[in-house]
């Protein structure tokens, strides 16, 4: 083992970034095109008073629980908002918020084509899979190096990279959903002459809907669960506040920070599966 | 007649090395042959045959006989190895994608033997699939799916969700879906198979009656020979891939093509095994407790019979009541009917055998009641029903 020398791939990959970097247009396009979408949702964040937010928020979950009426829920977003509203948290919740939402909605718009693409093809499938896998399990950190070298620094390098370690389980989550539909619903589609998009869109995805929420739930988790590491390298936030409390060795104030993304994370959590429900009685 | 579906040397042959398959399969190898030497199975071989225009024809074997390649190969769900599938003399083995979709659309429907809806429709917009698909206008496309909801007796269910229905109901709608399309080939895969006896046998009644005025021309098929003979015109049984024998229902009765066909047939004669319960129907009942004799009076006039079977609150067998005196009832001004309750009626167990009761059923003008241990009515046995039974004609339960 001694004889066989060290292999180099620490200066490959660094070689394959800095060719990447290379391709300055395109990755000034992608920053462009996310940097839009972050301003146009803290735009929205920053116009609307605190007051007219929570009501939003409050309504919104009474209006899709009307059914079964949480009142705890509804009383938890209350408490839960005054309070980062009284921590002096409230912009940098919003801005938590829009990293969250703008990498879950990136995360949507590539996934779930990713997924009816692995759905359809086994080859695809077969490719995508161990590529997912490494996604997901190589540690998160490592995206914000590369992030930076094409992005710079700020709030665009955290969504990528929170993109990268969120989206797989909505891309597994819609092939899982579309493969899960039981065969003699796709005979049936068939046999009455459906072309391939009338099945995907009349049967496949709105039966795959449910499980493929909750893969959006779950990328949604995750990349709330970037949003400290995604601090490191200038995203803002409830984040930053944690990252500043572990600099100034100030664990009231991380708690009182971690507690607000808590707070955030069960709100995001349980609207998303409300809105997941379904609406067809079940038998 | 015209032949309106023909299949020409159909074959479908599952797995790897279909073409060395297809060589062993000329030579005249087996299917157990072809298995083990090549690892392909053969699902359908040298399949020949005509469907006529109007025509029940069912397609009858057991379990791994190729019947559900053989349907799917019809419409190509299952794309065929080999042979041709002719309508009205156009080939479809050799249509394009698009002109493919066209037939499935225009000449054909299917039925599911688990009814295939979708859960997440209405049962209108099930219906309504099939022209929906096409592109026709949403008040046309409900207007037609409520007519075929209507034609299979589903009135007023449009908003409701397949999973809120009876299997029964299910399957009508299936039907519905189908009947929607207008399309004037129905492929029907085992449509009847999981309902429970008594609405399969109403659905195959209702099918024979719905033809009467539609004159489809139908793929049936059936693992139930009880259902291939009463509802088929003809009869095509499958074994192994192959086709074993074609023919009337009387001629698969009378002239079997070989051992097989015989031994299918033999379980016809019924006489040995059939039990009450096989051979009984849904009877007209009252409740004692709470119907009177102008409820009886209106349950005979709706059916058309002169007495009615009646039961109390906890579904025991009571007795009879005839039209007559219902009527006095009714002229005495009485509201209960227990006074002119007949209980002489007699009763026998869901798991006697016919052949001990036949006598008493022929000779008695009343039919029996058939009274589980709970003295609960589950049904009556007319004396039709078991000479139809006798010959073949009636559906039993046979899984």
Same mark, same amino acid.
């Given at each position: ?8 791939? &620490? ?11 290379? @391709? ?16 146009? @949702?803290?735009?929205? @964040? ?20 009307? #059914? ?216 | ?24 399969? #000329? ?54 190895? &080999? ?31 688990? @009814? ?173 407790? #709470? ?15 002169? &007495? ?92």
């Amino acid at each position: 083992m001694n004889n066989f020398p060290q292999l180099p791939v &620490s200066s490959w990959i660094d070689k394959f970034v800095d060719w990447l970097a290379g @391709f300055e247009g395109f990755f000034n396009a992608i920053t462009n095109f996310v940097g839009g979408i972050i301003n146009g @949702f803290q735009w929205v @964040f920053d116009l609307l008073p605190i007051w007219l937010f929570m009501v939003i928020v409050v309504g919104g979950t009474y209006w899709l629980n009307r #059914k079964t009426k949480h009142w705890g829920l509804i009383s938890f977003e209350i408490v839960g908002l005054l309070y980062i509203w009284n921590q002096g948290f409230w912009r940098d919740m919003t801005q938590t918020l829009t990293l969250v939402l703008t990498s879950s909605l990136i995360a949507l718009i590539i996934g779930v084509p990713l997924g009816i693409w692995m759905a359809k093809s086994k080859i695809f499938e077969a490719i995508n899979k161990p590529i997912l896998d490494f996604m997901q399990t190589m540690p998160a950190f490592v995206y914000l190096i590369p992030a930076v070298a094409f992005f710079g620094i700020g709030m665009v390098p955290g969504v990528i990279a929170s993109v990268i370690f969120a989206m797989p389980p909505t891309v597994r989550m819609t092939n899982l959903g579309i493969r899960q539909v039981p065969a003699d619903l796709i005979e049936a589609a068939d046999s009455y002459g459906s072309t391939g998009w009338q099945k995907l869109f009349k049967v496949q995805l709105p039966l795959a809907k449910s499980t493929l929420m909750a893969g959006v739930n779950q990328s949604m988790m995750l990349s709330l669960s970037m949003v400290v590491i995604a601090s490191m390298i200038g995203a803002m936030g409830l984040g930053n506040k944690v990252y500043f409390a572990v600099g100034r060795n100030d664990a009231g104030g991380g708690f009182a920070a971690g507690l607000a993304i808590v707070i955030l994370a069960i709100i995001l959590d349980r609207i998303t599966q409300a809105i997941n429900r379904s609406r067809i009685p079940k038998s | 007649m015209t032949a309106k579906l023909q299949v020409q040397h159909l074959t479908k042959i599952f797995g790897r090395r279909i073409p060395k398959a297809q060589e062993l399969l #000329k030579a005249g190898k087996s299917k157990a042959d072809i298995l083990k030497s090549v690892g392909a199975t053969v699902g359908v071989t040298d399949a020949n045959f005509e469907v006529n225009d109007g025509e029940i024809f069912v397609i009858m074997g057991l379990s791994g006989s190729g019947k559900s390649t053989m349907i799917r190969m019809i419409n190509r769900l299952i794309e065929p190895t &080999s042979g041709h599938v002719l309508i009205d003399g156009q080939d479809l083995t050799s249509l394009g994608k698009k002109q493919l979709l066209e037939v499935r659309r225009k000449k054909m429907s299917m039925v599911f033997q688990n @009814f295939a809806l979708f859960p997440n429709r209405t049962i209108i917009d099930n219906t309504a699939y099939g022209l929906e698909i096409q592109g026709v206008d949403r008040d046309t496309r409900l207007s037609k799916a409520h007519d075929a909801l209507e034609l299979v007796g589903l009135d007023g269910y449009d908003d409701q969700y397949p999973t809120q229905l009876s299997g029964g109901m299910q399957q009508r709608v299936g039907l519905a879906r189908a009947l929607a399309n207008d399309s004037q080939i129905l492929l029907m895969d085992e449509a009847f198979s999981a309902l429970d006896p008594l609405n399969r046998k109403d659905m195959q009644n209702e099918l024979l009656d719905l033809q009467e005025n539609l004159h489809k021309t139908i793929v049936f098929i059936s693992h139930d020979l009880n259902e291939a003979l009463r509802i088929g015109d003809r009869i095509m049984i499958m074994r192994d891939g192959q086709v074993v024998q074609t023919g009337t229902p009387e001629e698969i009765l009378t002239q079997p093509a070989n051992e097989y066909v015989e031994r299918f047939i033999e379980d016809v004669d019924r006489t040995k095994v059939l039990t009450a319960s096989n051979v009984m129907i849904r009877p007209n009942i009252v409740n004692i407790d #709470k119907d009177g004799p102008r409820i009886a009076m209106r349950r005979m006039l709706e059916n058309e019979i002169s &007495s009615v079977y009646v039961v109390n609150n906890k579904r025991e067998f009571v007795g009879t009541v005839d039209a007559s005196h219902a009527m006095d009832l009714i002229k005495q001004k009485i509201t209960k009917l227990d006074s002119v309750v007949q209980k002489n009626v007699p009763t026998t167990g869901p798991d006697t055998p016919i052949t001990t009761i036949m006598e008493q059923i022929s000779q008695t003008p009343i039919p029996y009641a058939v009274v589980d241990d709970q003295k609960h009515l589950l049904g009556i046995i007319i004396r039709g029903a078991v000479l139809g039974a006798i010959s073949g004609n009636e559906v039993s339960e046979d899984e």
